[in-house]
């Protein structure tokens, strides 16, 4: 997952970084912020590949990143 985050990061793909940034701004630091991320797109590929998610490559990046601006330090740092 790490390696994919980077690559996002590394893409510019704006959900990713601005996600990344608000992370860092909560008070994460980078590696715990790509660690936030990663667990995010972790549990949407698991929902996805479990059915739990449409299954169009659309629908899937929108759900994607519709996690991604959802996600908060606070969140993270709970497990939520």
Not at 3 to 20: H, I, K, R, S, T
Not at 33 to 40: C, K, M, R, T, Y
Not at 45 to 70: I, W
Request: aromatic share 4%; proline share 2%.
């Amino acid at each position: 997952m790490h390696v994919v985050v980077e690559n996002q990061l590394a893409e510019g793909l704006d959900p990713v970084c601005q996600a990344m940034s608000r992370l860092i701004i909560e008070g994460l630091d980078r590696h715990d912020a790509v660690h936030a991320i990663g667990s995010e797109l972790a549990g949407h590929l698991f929902d996805t590949l479990h059915g739990r998610a449409e299954a169009t490559p659309d629908k899937l990046t929108h759900l994607y990143y519709e996690r991604l601006s959802k996600l908060t330090a606070a969140s993270w740092r709970n497990g939520q």
